[in-house]
Every structure is written in C-alpha cells, then in structure tokens.
C-alpha cells in the first residue's frame, strides 16, 4: 500500500524558515518523481514543486523560487522542502504527493501538514 | 501563471447526471493533454479521479468520465450519488513559468 507522511509543519515567524519532509513507503520511491502541493482557503489548490527520482530536474512556482528547495533521499525513502524567508501567504496545508508514472498527474497524496505564518 | 477557470458550485439530484467545466489557455488545456481531476472530501487529501483528460484509474468508478474541446476540459459525473458531493479540481500541465496549474475548484452538492 502506498504511504507518504508529512511532518516538520507548525508555527513560525514572517522571515524564518521550517523544513518538511516526506516519508514515503509501499513502491520504489527512486523510480517516481515527487511533488510539494499546497492549499488554502483563499489561494485553493497551488502546486510548489517538483524533483525527479534522480534529482536531477527540479521545479519551482515562481511564488517560491528563490525561498524554498526541494530535495529528496532515496536511501530513505523521503523528500524535503526547505523553507526559507517565510511569508504569511506561504501559510496553507502542504501535501507531498506523488507524480504518476510516465505522464503528468498526481496518484498518491499525502495526508498534509500544517504551515503557520504569523508573529 | 493565473488558476484554470471552474464554476464555483455544481448541485443536482440522484440519479442525475452533472457536467464540471474548466477552462484554461493554449499555453495549457489547449495544447496539453496532460489534465487530470481530483475529488476532495471536507477534511481529506484530493484523490485522482481522471488523468490524461478522459483516462480513470483502477478503482475509480466509470460514473466519472472526461472530455476536453479547445482551451475547456469537462468531468461528468453520471448516476449523481450522495457520496459524490465533494470539491472538485481540475490540474494541467503548462508551458508558463511554473509546471502545473490547478483550477479554482468546484463545490458538488447532491440535493
């Protein structure tokens, strides 16, 4: 059965950073690409990022570019988001989900985690 | 990159069948084949309902079906249900900035 876990959400300041991650179990994690979806009332569904199985190609919303980076860690099975210079509209459920095999959609989604943005 | 366009709210009564309009851009739905919908529940994690405009993974019921002409793509849900009533988005790859575009989400409500 495919898994993926989110944590490392809270609270935090405008300006700081938090980092999340992603545990993922059930399939080869090496072999799909991975994604960071986030949603909040005012902006809905807003996809982030995205790494393939290799890292070797990465992508960025430009709301983010610059702020946040995406990694992953095939030898455990996890992807991260590094989030830096922090802003009140980053806040919103961050969902790690998982890209279909040979096209573009998302299969498997994570049960998300809470991101706070305020002083 | 601007969301894709969907009615705010859908509704219709068992049995009936409901069609979720989305609507993009040639620099997206228009070009791309790549537009999937996703069904999400109060309090749960969206679910992929149809992939590659009209294509539904295993397990996903065939009262779901898609279509796409132009820069609009359509969900019909045929045989409404009431565990069909749920928000409804729509996603597409795109030649913009960023890779992917969600819709602005739609509310189903079964009478």
């Known amino acids: 059965e495919v898994q993926l876990v989110e944590s490392g959400g809270g609270l935090v300041q405008p300006g700081g950073s938090l980092r999340l991650s992603c545990a993922a179990s059930?399939?080869?994690?090496?072999?799909?690409?991975m994604n960071w979806v986030r949603q909040s009332p005012e902006k809905g569904l807003e996809w982030v990022s995205y790494?393939?199985?290799?890292?070797?190609?990465?992508y960025y919303a430009d709301s983010v570019k610059g702020r946040f980076t995406i990694s992953r860690d095939n030898g455990k099975n996890s992807v991260y988001l590094q989030m830096n210079s922090l802003r009140a509209e980053d806040t919103a459920l961050y969902y790690c989900?998982?890209?279909?095999?040979?096209?573009?959609?998302?299969?498997?989604w994570g049960q998300g985690i809470l991101v706070t943005v305020s002083s | 990159q601007s969301a894709l366009t969907q009615p705010a709210s859908v509704s219709g009564s068992p049995g009936q069948s409901i069609t979720i309009s989305c609507t993009g851009t040639s620099s997206d739905v228009g070009t791309y084949n790549y537009l999937s919908w996703y069904q999400q529940h109060p309090g749960k994690a969206p679910k992929l309902m149809i992939y590659d405009v009209s294509n539904r993974p295993s397990g996903v019921s065939n009262r779901f079906s898609g279509s796409k002409s132009g820069n609009t793509a359509s969900l019909t849900i045929s045989g409404l249900q009431a565990e069909d009533e749920a928000d409804y988005y729509c996603s597409s790859y795109t030649t913009s900035s960023t890779l992917e575009v969600f819709g602005t989400g739609t509310k189903v409500t079964v009478l």
């Open positions: 059930g399939f080869n994690f090496s072999s799909y690409s």
């Open positions: 790494i393939s199985g290799s890292s070797g190609t990465i």
């Open positions: 989900a998982r890209d279909c095999f040979s096209t573009r959609c998302f299969d498997y």
